[in-house]
């Protein structure tokens, strides 16, 4: 009994969750990220501040925490690649993971807001970039341990790994700045493909 009722827990932790960032994220849209409070969203869902808290630590976490929760799905997308593979064609699979966020059921008609609302908070945005920068060392780290047990090791002073990587996820930003620029003509995912093309034959 113990594993059907965990699952059920789980699934209406999730169900809250969701529909707490459903709440504030409107509310991000309405009123701005800084101007909207903790106890503003405890008002909107019916909940006391206190009751937030106990699904999210801070505002911050409610738009950027599912971030945080992708880099093991990362990994394992590298992990699977083959070691022969181009390190730059792997990297684009690492990519897909994060664009698959996107596409998740629900949050497709969330993405051009959700992208306003960080690209205009810079606490938000600040929050963001660092998490993109953890995402970069936890990538650098399996791609170094991919080359030494291909072995063909990089060395110490060796820039490969850190450069491509770096330049992946910095296509990924460009992406989500043209898209907003464009007025999100078409969709993000395609926004990604054509960044990530224009340095691809160099990489």
Known sequence: MSEPR?????????AVRREIARAANALFQARGFEATTIDDIAAAVGMSQ???????????????GKFDL?????????RARPLDEPVWTSLRRV????????RAPGHEEMVEPMH??????????????????????????ELVARAEA???PYAADDPTPRALTAAAFGCLVAAQHSWLDSGAKGSFADAVDRA???IAPRA
Do not use: C, H, N, W
């Open 150 to 152: 291909a072995g063909a």
């Open 95 to 102: 990519v897909d993971v994060l664009v698959a966020v996107t």
């Open 6 to 14: 965990t699952g059920l827990r789980e699934r209406t932790r999730r």
């Open 50 to 64: 206190r009751s937030v808290f106990r699904y999210f630590s801070s505002k911050e976490e409610i738009v950027l």
């Open 70 to 78: 992708v880099v093991d799905d990362m990994l394992t997308a590298l």
């Open 196 to 198: 990530l093309a224009t």
């Open 116 to 141: 306003r609302v960080v690209f205009g908070a810079p606490a938000l945005l600040a929050g963001y970039l660092e998490r993109l920068q953890r995402m970069q060392e936890a990538i650098v780290a």
